[in-house]
């Protein structure tokens, strides 16, 4: 009898689950993917996208892909643990044997007036309004995170005839050296940005009033969709699904969780943010201690950190940040146009990444985190079939 592996969600993590999965060429084992998304949405280029200076930002599935790995288009309405069942919209259903949960991450609520590019439909929608707009308009980008950044400095290098501001409640990229946050405004200033640090917006104000823009961009944090939730699995305060260092939620033997919208629920794991350098490694992880189990062996601790922050910064400038494991960042950054090509190769690779783990499943690897070097004292997680 087959065992079916279901993949929720079509993102970075997602994908590379499925890949690891269906490239290991175990015998009856049957890997789907669900997503509503009818290609592969480049998160990571969507400011580019937004800027237009990036003419698409999505890919063919198939081109990512291992051809044995199933697509069914839908969006997961709820999943019934105890039947290993998934409801979709529509009315459809999915079984499962094993579950992986890579929903990702949602754009969060924005006021009335203001748009948000977090998701591709949000993205062109900007990118249609940033196209239209006469000469002296105005663009306020709300935001102090790598999205909201990224996105004033492509605005402004594609769209001279505009004014661009950047308003932050805090610092910008607050992870960021002082250092290398200095030079990071100083070429946001030097590409028309008008920073406005320390600065917080008020969300229930008019938007195009107070801050004096034709065009609103809001960039200030993530959203998770609420399938965990009203599924009644277990999730943080932000509905993120919980998860233990294996991956696999507490108490359910045959759900695992990755990328943004899990978190693992231990202290020494607080250092992963919601990113595709963190998501392509749990996704990986993930399929791989279902693997494990299969064999019926224990799967491992979850083990993956940092090492650099690229930030785009127009199309010719950029900064490098170099990083602890734990994201801490350390006394070297590279910025410029070394630094602009270090980002662009690096989202370049992030598809060769995926394409490769298709073409051979555990291809993909990653450095490793803080928690290396207690992984050993803290054990394995226990899997077990039933």
Known sequence: MG???VILGGGY???MAANRLAGSGRPGLDVVLVTPEPRFVERIRLHEYTAGTCADATVDFDSILHPGVCRISGRAERILSGER???LTGGAEAGYDYLVYAVGSAAGTAPDGALRIEQLDGAAAARRELAALPAGARVAVVGGGLTAVETAAEAAGSYAHI???LHSAGPIVPRLGARTRRS???SLRRAGVEVHSGTPVRADEDMHASLGADVVLWCAGFGVPGLAAASGLPVDDDGRLRVDPGLRVRGQDRIYGAGDAAVIDEPLYDYLRMCCAAALPMG?????NILRALDGEAGVRHDSGFR??????????GAVQFLSADDSPTRFHLHGRTAAVQKEIICRMTLRWIRGEAKRSGAYT???GPQAGRATTAGPVPMTRS
């Open 3 to 5: 065992t079916t592996a």
């Open 13 to 15: 993590a997602g994908v």
């Open 85 to 87: 069942t998934v409801h």
């Open 163 to 165: 004014r661009v501001s």
């Open 184 to 186: 990071v405004e100083k």
């Open 284 to 288: 990986a992880d993930a399929a791989g």
């Open 308 to 317: 650099g922050l690229c930030i785009s910064l127009g199309r010719s400038d």
């Open 366 to 368: 990653w450095p490793t």
